[in-house]
């Protein structure tokens, strides 16, 4: 089974600075991988995605995340954090073992930007 | 192109109730998946369907249940309703069932008391 580890339950970051948000995988084969962003009260929103092409994906809103097999890792990142950044933050892996798509979801790191 | 919808937005109910919440997938696509997301946690697959059927499901009792329309829109029905059922209620919709993109609506948030 697939299944996604995000290593910080919460990043505390000042405007401005960089933004890490850490994610390990497991998958017994190449797996698709995905960020999606949560605002408060608000549904779930594609940040970017990862589907065996370049190793570099660009997303939305100048984030972007490498995928790196041999430690197996899906790190986000943005080289300046802005106030409108502050949410939570899930990594996904898609599972297709059973013939059809599901997600599975990391618990999720809130990032916390302060002025 | 109007994105994947859902209602009602909020909702408070009993113990041992039932509720239905309703999801409008997003234009062109077949594929409804429904998720439950407890406060604190990540979304949880409850199951999908694809062309009216149930394509899979995760670890949910058969008190979760689900329709279909021939519209692509979905129902989500939870029957004899527990108090670890409150959470947010997402519904996401993707082209086909194999295509891994899926696309969220906002949410219904349950509140079973």
């Known amino acids: 089974a697939q299944s996604v580890t995000q290593l910080d339950s919460h990043v505390s970051v000042s405007e401005g600075t960089p933004v890490l948000l850490r994610c390990n995988y497991s998958s017994s084969y190449s797996p698709s991988l995905f960020w999606y962003v949560q605002h408060p009260n608000k549904g779930l929103q594609l940040l970017l995605k990862y589907t065996s092409a370049a190793t570099l994906v660009k997303g939305i809103n100048g984030f972007e995340a490498e ?43 809130m990032l916390l930007v302060s002025p | 192109e109007t994105g994947v919808t859902q209602s009602p937005t909020h909702l408070i109910k009993t113990r041992g109730q039932q509720v239905t919440l309703r999801c409008s997938s997003q ?18 697959f409850i199951f999908q369907y694809y062309r009216e059927e149930e394509n899979g499901r995760g670890n949910f009792p058969p008190r979760f249940s689900g329709l279909q329309f021939p519209n692509y829109s979905s129902e989500l029905n939870v029957n004899a309703l527990e108090l670890d059922d409150s959470a947010l209620y997402l519904c996401a919709s993707s082209l086909s069932s194999a295509q891994e993109t899926q696309y969220f609506g906002p949410g219904t948030r349950l509140l079973v008391l």
């Open chain 2, 27 to 44: 234009s062109g696509h077949n594929t409804v998946s429904w998720y439950q997301q407890a406060l604190g946690q990540g979304p949880q």
């Open chain 1, 67 to 109: 995928f790196k097999k041999s430690e197996t890792s899906f790190h986000l990142t943005k080289p300046s954090a802005h106030m409108s950044d502050a949410a939570e933050y899930f990594c996904v892996v898609s599972d297709r073992a059973s013939g059809y798509s599901t997600l599975t979801f990391g618990k999720g790191t």
